[in-house]
């Protein structure tokens, strides 16, 4: 074990402001980069892709009844509501449960796109858990082929 003497330095308030200032952004940090479930509610993941005429969008949606969400659009954006029920019965003490990563609640996602989607031609399928959203782009946002004559 090594003695190490330990000189006393004088008292600088600033090094009091500067834990403070280290604490306070490790605190800030956790909790914008650590994805805590409860703080955060249910938040279902979304992808979308886009093809020549229409987009797709898939979002995973486990556990949900066709009656707990709906999907609205109006003009390039696409609106996403829902929640996810808090199961009662799955999480009685008496059960054995003790621990759970499941988050549950209300959720709202709206997805802007870069043009105008077709609302009254927009089809929607739910099949084990994902929800799949095909949204024709308007024809006049749709690239159109020029042809161009060689004299």
Do not use: C
Not at 26 to 54: C, Y
Not at 91 to 113: I, P, V
Not at 119 to 145: C, F, H, I, N, T
């Amino acid at each position: 074990m090594n003695i190490v003497k330990r000189t006393q330095e004088p008292w600088d308030p600033f090094d009091m402001l500067l834990d403070l200032q280290s604490e306070m952004n490790h605190a800030f940090n956790r909790s914008l980069t650590h994805k805590d479930q409860w703080a955060r509610g249910f938040e279902p993941s979304i992808e979308v892709r886009e093809e020549a005429d229409h987009y797709i969008l898939q979002t995973d949606l486990p556990g949900l009844k066709r009656e707990d969400f709906n999907i609205s659009v109006k003009g390039n954006q696409l609106t996403l509501k829902g929640e996810r029920k808090y199961e009662k019965e799955t999480q009685d003490k008496e059960k054995g449960y003790f621990y759970s990563e499941r988050s549950f609640g209300a959720f709202s996602r709206t997805l802007e796109f870069p043009t105008e989607i077709q609302a009254d031609k927009v089809k929607a399928a739910y099949k084990d858990g994902v929800l799949e959203v095909a949204l024709p782009k308007v024809e006049s946002s749709q690239p159109k082929q020029i042809n161009v004559e060689v004299k």
